[in-house]
């Protein structure tokens, strides 16, 4: 497998959650190699602006009804592949099942009677310990995907550099970042939306690549967030300032909105995003060894050119921004009282 292989003969795609920035930069990578790729979108003014790469078709429907997929995406037309990157905002329990799982399995059902024979799926490397509903709802449609019968590609990305990149400015600000525990509980190969998208192209090409699920991370070592604080101090020539947070904080924080979800549903949701908050802060997004029940750096694959390094580097001078769109939700709305150091 290599990034300068020979351009493969163009394909017709049908593209899911290509308003993402993993989804803008899978697109690019896909008509960078010569396909054709239709995205299937939100109604104009019910979606966030998007710089959708030229050539691009797009198309507008409801992704989660089965009949708006068929007539509104597919359009009665012949396909070769689906790619999605298509995910749930926000992880609730709702969303995840709605949209992680459902609209999902709609989409695989319109692609096949649209005689589509191969299907490339963004996920998450978290599904392999499924403790929270969005991973048990992305689980439940690998699983199906699976049987399908079709070729598959099940992409599991560690983590993304906007994930890691959410305390930037309150450093610039001279604030310090938040770490859980001492900054070691966890570790990670962030991986850049170019270098992804690119895989994710590369999964329609390779056989190799089919039929297996493709846990992927960066170039270079695994980072934990207090690896992270330190290169960020240091490409901003200061020393480090670094302030510990116990993980006790966000299991009392659970709790209350546990107890007050009972009388408040709202609270409900809140309390699964701090679910969501908890188990970033204590789980390392590398590969899980079964045997052991330990995570292994050496053991997650690594991929692309781009490190997190650099593109502190950019943030640091204007020359790139991160919208943190939903990667916001757990450092804004769970710990607001100084804010949290979340990664999804």
Request: glycine share 10%; hydrophobic share 40%.
């Amino acid at each position: 497998m290599s990034e300068t292989a020979p351009l493969p003969a163009p394909r017709r795609i049908l593209m899911l959650g290509a308003t993402g920035t993993i989804g803008q930069a899978t697109a690019r990578a896909l008509l960078a190699r010569g396909h054709e790729v239709i995205c299937f979108l939100r109604p104009r003014g019910a979606q966030r602006q998007a710089r959708l790469p030229d050539g691009a078709i797009l198309r507008y429907g409801d992704v989660t009804d089965p009949q708006s997929l068929a007539r509104d995406g597919f359009c009665g037309e012949r396909f070769d592949a689906l790619v999605s990157c298509l995910a749930s905002r926000t992880g609730v329990p709702r969303d995840a099942w709605a949209i992680d799982h459902a609209a999902h399995s709609h989409a695989l059902a319109a692609a096949r009677a649209a005689g589509v024979t191969q299907v490339v799926l963004l996920s998450a490397i978290c599904v392999q310990k499924p403790l929270l509903a969005f991973q048990q709802a992305k689980l439940a449609f690998e699983e199906e995907l699976m049987r399908s019968g079709l070729d598959w590609s099940i992409v599991r990305p560690t983590a993304f550099f906007k994930s890691l990149s959410g305390q930037v400015k309150r450093v610039q600000e001279g604030r310090p970042f938040l770490v859980f525990g001492d900054g070691t509980l966890t570790a990670c190969k962030p991986i850049s939306d170019d270098d992804l998208g690119c895989y994710m192209a590369l999964c329609l090409e390779d056989p190799v690549l089919r039929n297996r699920i493709l846990p992927i991370g960066g170039p270079g070592p695994a980072l934990t967030p207090r690896a992270q604080a330190e290169m960020l101090f240091r490409l901003m020539g200061r020393p480090p300032k670094i302030r510990q947070v116990p993980v006790a904080l966000l299991d009392a924080i659970i709790v209350g909105l546990s107890l007050g979800g009972r009388i408040v549903p709202a609270l409900r949701d809140k309390a699964e995003l701090a679910r969501i908050g908890r188990y970033y802060a204590t789980e390392s997004m590398l590969v899980l060894d079964p045997a052991t029940g330990r995570y292994d750096a050496e053991a997650t694959p690594s991929f692309g050119t781009e490190t997190l390094e650099d593109f502190y580097r950019q943030l640091l001078a204007g020359e790139a921004t991160v919208d943190l769109g939903e990667h916001a939700v757990f450092r804004e709305r769970t710990v607001r009282a100084e804010g949290s150091p979340g990664n999804r």
